[in-house]
């Protein structure tokens, strides 16, 4: 144990050295020092038996896949009318799916950096895409790298670059979309093509996972992969010859109906690669030991409120995502779960069910027991989402003075404050899924009683994060192209 300690340790003081200009000093004393410390003491020595050892070692691999742009309810494994999910499908019946789980945030960065830091957007500071995720805060990746795991991350989109400090705690990054040139931008809605690699494309994600885990260089020790998929980002680009399940209606001549039949044509695609993903592990030994967690980060908007894309509020089809764990012989087996949970949760959970203790920064809630069958969950726990508002044109909306848009889920009810100034927003989730009617006015007591404890939980909320970063042209040029602008 304490040679796998030390490893793990030099790991992540190696991981922070390749991090350039992020390098604390006393980092960088700390690495070299302790790399001369082992040398003396022949740490060297402890590398024969690590594989014995590592055969009856508890401990899961960790495999987290984050499918960005995917909202639950276009998915046929919670219980959308087209297949764009039988990867999915199949792999919750061997697991548990939580219907009910929240992004906190309706954007990528925002929701990541949340996933990594079991932290809310307005605690860690990164509001925004663009916006750089500080070293004061842990992530989850660096406490199992500091705990022996090997941590890798494969990405799919700029977003996510180690530009904006999402490489902490990870050994390996790989960022390299240079195979994958797709046409971004405004394709949908205007007509136009950017083509750039700024993101790529699932089978090449796929693939750079698959070789990662095939080649990975301490497979005497458990490892921490997160893998990120980026398909159902509009503009929905499929590769030439991609068939979906399913064919378009009469009714897809019509410019929404042509829309959201792209959308799920490039779920389908993405799940048909997650599937690839999936199948690797048997072949390489990987399936009965390592726990596999599928989300997303948030959903998309396909004109229920009035807009197209994602980023612009947390209603329903901008924040309810995906949720499904497999650890076979561990957690529980086509298993649903009703009652909300929200992306926060995940870094405490992985941790508790990989023997790991929890970083006291983490505001999530464990869900190991209940992953387990040991407890239930309060069907009336309350989930927190937020949005700092950044559309311009023809997607801006009203907000209030602050610029910020705050919800609370509990049970049935919802409230969310700040979509327009001076109006709050309650709806009653059970009857209108849709947030069709706003109750605030025939409830005033319900929507008191939620700002109230929406005020409540800010005021202890750590606040801030680093300041942002300025950004140069060449990152709005790129971050533009993806849709994002400010």
């Not at 500091?146 to 991350?153: K, L, N, P």
């Not at 799919?156 to 040139?181: I, K, P």
């Not at 001549?253 to 048997?282: F, H, S």
Request: charged share 25%.
């Amino acid at each position: 144990m304490a040679c796998r300690s030390l490893r793990g340790y030099l790991n992540l003081m190696r991981s922070d050295a390749m991090g350039g200009e992020r390098v604390r000093f006393w980092r960088r004393v700390d690495f070299y020092g302790l790399w001369a410390v082992a040398f003396f003491l022949g740490v060297s020595s402890c590398g024969p038996g690590e594989a014995e050892r590592r055969a009856s070692d508890p401990r899961p691999n960790i495999l987290l896949i984050s499918l960005d742009t995917t909202r639950a309810d276009h998915l046929s494994a919670y219980g959308y009318e087209r297949e764009t999910s039988a990867a999915l499908d199949a792999f919750a019946d061997d697991g548990v799916l939580f219907e009910t789980a929240y992004a906190p945030s309706a954007t990528t960065g925002p929701s990541h950096a949340s996933l990594f830091t079991s932290l809310s957007p307005a605690s860690h500071g990164v509001t925004k895409n663009g916006k750089n995720l500080g070293m004061s805060w842990t992530t989850v990746a660096e406490v199992l790298a500091s705990s022996g795991y090997e941590t890798a991350a494969v990405v799919s989109s700029y977003v996510l670059a180690s530009r904006f400090g999402y490489d902490q705690g990870f050994e390996h990054f790989d960022e390299d979309f240079s195979q994958a040139e797709v046409p971004v931008g405004v394709t949908l809605w205007e007509g136009e093509e950017v083509h750039g690699k700024f993101y790529g494309r699932a089978d090449d994600t796929t693939r750079r996972a698959v070789d990662w885990l095939e080649e990975r260089p301490r497979k005497e020790d458990p490892f921490f992969l997160f893998v990120h998929y980026f398909d159902p980002h509009d503009p929905y680009t499929l590769p030439d010859g991609y068939v979906p399940p399913f064919r378009p209606g009469p009714s897809e001549a019509l410019k929404k109906n042509r829309v959201i039949y792209m959308y799920d044509a490039a779920l389908a695609y993405m799940d048909q690669e997650l599937g690839r993903l999936l199948n690797a592990l048997g072949p390489l030994g990987l399936d009965e030991n390592t726990l596999v967690v599928i989300t997303g980060d948030h959903g998309e908007g396909l004109m229920e409120h009035g807009h197209w894309h994602h980023g612009i509020h947390i209603y329903e089809e901008g924040v309810r995502v995906p949720l499904v764990l497999r650890w076979p012989g561990h957690i529980d087996q086509g298993r649903r779960i009703q009652s909300p949970v929200s992306l926060v949760d995940l870094a405490p959970s992985l941790l508790a069910l990989s023997g790991v203790p929890s970083e006291s920064s983490f505001l999530g809630e464990s869900l190991a027991e209940v992953l387990t069958g040991q407890a239930e969950l309060d069907p009336d726990r309350p989930v927190w989402l937020y949005r700092r508002h950044y559309a311009e044109g023809d997607d801006a909306v009203e907000l209030d003075a602050s610029g910020e848009q705050w919800g609370l889920r509990e049970g049935r009810w919802k409230l969310i404050s700040g979509i327009r100034e001076g109006v709050l927003e309650l709806y009653d989730l059970k009857s209108d899924p849709g947030e069709t009617v706003n109750l605030a006015d025939r409830h005033p007591e319900v929507a008191a009683r939620m700002q109230l404890t929406l005020d409540r939980w800010l005021a202890v909320q750590p606040r801030g994060g680093p300041p942002a970063a300025p950004i140069d042209e060449e990152v709005r040029q790129r971050l533009e192209a993806l849709g994002y602008v400010e």
